[in-house]
């Protein structure tokens, strides 16, 4: 294709927002052939991959096969994942690994081959990783070196996007906290997570869902918003940061104990500590409840604190941070948020239901983690779809038609402005992740989801406002996000992957096949229904 080639500094032909692996990637493979803007809300570092610890699993070993892949992500999936597209990731994984490999990331080595580990739910060794356990921030640190030696990459850090601007239901560009428009043919949205919805949780400060919730306000689908995965290993610091502990030290043979001092994965589980996230996580709660105790305990003392130490670098380091030694010390552990399966509806190619908008990473929900995601599959997908997307630009992007470029319309118009004082608006953002944490979070109940629905309605006007500052964006973002998390859990009446009722511990048969896609389509969102579609 050809692109236009405008004078307006603010005009390009690719917008990417976002700047963890998906952002990076899709800016330095869309600048091969296009202007490219990447915005992001922060650093360029302040992302969840920067914090990715375990982990890319792909079939590489030569005891895999992209066959066995599929069945052990379709398996953690419980009967959700769109097979199609987890076929395509799958299979397509070996090579984008390659694509990695030539981008220049150094991936940890034995004997000149790429080291393998396990992870929960694989039935092989199949997990890639660099510098030991700091997977992410050498991915990132590679990739960031790359796009900042790109001349055809415009960066811009630290501005905020508020709101996809449309016209005629196409997307168009987009409008900055700033008030800066950008224009242009085509917007990647590769804006993270949305963890921030839960007091608990892995996730940085910046991961709130902005992505989905403008996508939506946009017009864009969004599916599965009941399906949040809690990461069974969290340290939880004298000051309360919540500190990932990768799930590759249990893949490397690390167990856990109650507070008794017995170990108790086994009776939950046959894989024991290496069973689904969803299972172990709720497997702790248990024995917290039962023993009514605060955490349990990860245990790497069997292994030799040399290979810890070379294996798990940052883990170690953050331990001896708080006057532990994982090679002597049990670590206190609880399960916190970590990865929304949910997000924008998007197909194989990681296009949305409007044209000119593509999401991919986890804003995205391709549909290949289903109710649950299979570990270190996330960074994979992202490889994968973000490939997919810059492919099917370069095919078929499109221009940015110039009758519509001056009409575009903001979701915002009409509404009235809001800027929260700053305590006020931090008091009410640690309470709604405090209700969210407790009544929506690992178990499930009508009359929890209810209590939450009841706290969401009584700040509806939230939703009508027009923030005029990130933190108020921000929270409203939340808000909306909190919203479609517990009316999703509230109608799915059944317990599958990551979503667990306490009032219906079992998968229903009525469930099996069903998604929760919600879509505005104009309507405000007390009037939405969900339309199921099979
Ligand atoms: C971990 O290292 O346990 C996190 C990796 C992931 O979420 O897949």
Redesign the pocket.
């Known amino acids: 294709m050809v692109y236009l080639k405008g004078e307006d500094p603010c005009e390009f032909d690719v917008l990417v927002v976002g700047s963890g692996l998906a952002g990076l990637l899709a800016a330095i493979k869309a600048a091969r052939f296009a202007r490219v803007c990447l915005l992001t809300k922060d650093a360029l570092y302040n992302t969840n991959t920067w914090l990715?610890?375990?982990?890319i699993a792909a079939a590489l070993g030569d005891d895999d096969t992209p066959a066995i892949h599929l069945e052990d992500t379709l398996q953690a999936g419980a009967g959700l994942c769109n097979r199609e597209a987890v076929k395509v990731m799958v299979e397509e994984g070996p090579r984008r690994i390659r694509e990695l490999l030539e981008l220049g990331v150094p991936f940890d080595r034995v004997a000149g081959q790429l080291a393998m580990t396990r992870?929960g739910a694989h039935n092989r060794n199949r997990v890639i990783h660099a510098g030991g356990?700091a997977t992410g921030q050498v991915l990132h640190a590679t990739l960031q070196n790359r796009l900042l030696n790109n001349k055809a990459i415009t960066v811009r850090e630290y501005t905020f996007v508020t709101d996809l601007l449309t016209c005629e239901g196409e997307v168009v560009g987009l409008q900055t906290l700033r008030g800066e428009t950008y224009r242009a043919g085509t917007v990647i949205l590769a804006t993270g997570g949305l963890g921030r919805v839960f007091l608990c949780t892995t996730n940085p400060e910046v991961a709130t869902g902005d992505g989905v919730a403008m996508a939506f306000r946009a017009g864009a689908e969004v599916a599965d918003m009941e399906f949040i995965q809690f990461?069974p290993?969290v340290f939880e610091s004298p000051k309360g940061e919540m500190i990932?502990i990768?799930?590759?030290v249990r893949g490397e043979g690390a167990v856990l104990w109650n507070s008794r001092g017995e170990r108790f994965m086994d009776k939950y589980h046959a894989k024991a500590e290496l069973g689904p996230r969803d299972i172990v996580s709720r497997a702790i709660v248990d024995q917290m409840n039962r023993q009514g105790s605060r955490c349990v305990y990860l245990d790497m003392t069997l292994r030799d604190p040399l290979f810890l130490k070379s294996r798990f670098p940052t883990i170690y380091a953050m331990a001896s941070r708080y006057g532990l030694d994982p090679a002597k010390d049990w670590l206190p552990v609880v399960p916190a948020a970590?990865?929304a399966m949910g997000g924008v509806r998007t197909d194989l190619h990681g296009e949305t239901n409007l044209p000119g908008l593509y999401a991919c990473g986890e804003v995205a929900c391709s549909g290949v983690h289903g109710a649950n995601?299979l570990?270190?599959?996330?960074?994979l997908e992202c490889l994968v779809f973000t490939g997919r997307v810059v492919e099917r630009l370069e095919k078929n992007g499109r221009n940015l038609p110039r009758a519509v470029q001056q009409k575009h319309k903001k979701s915002d118009e009409g509404s009235k402005n809001l800027s929260l004082e700053f305590t006020r608006g931090k008091k009410l953002q640690e309470e709604l992740r405090r209700l969210m944490f407790t009544k929506a979070g690992i178990l499930r109940h009508a009359k929890d989801l209810l209590t939450a629905q009841r706290f969401l309605k009584e700040h509806a006007w939230l939703a009508d406002a027009a923030p005029q500052d990130r933190a108020t964006w921000e929270l409203k973002n939340l808000f909306f996000l909190a919203n479609l998390i517990v009316n999703s859990a509230l109608m799915r009446t059944e317990s599958r992957g990551s979503h667990y009722r306490l009032d219906y511990p079992q998968p229903a048969d009525a469930w099996r096949l069903r998604r929760l896609i919600w879509s505005g389509k104009g309507k405000k969102e007390e009037d939405l229904l969900a339309p199921l579609s099979l």
């Open positions: 990715a610890q375990g982990g992870e356990d990461h290993n990932l990768s799930e590759a970590h990865y995601r570990a270190s599959n996330s960074l």
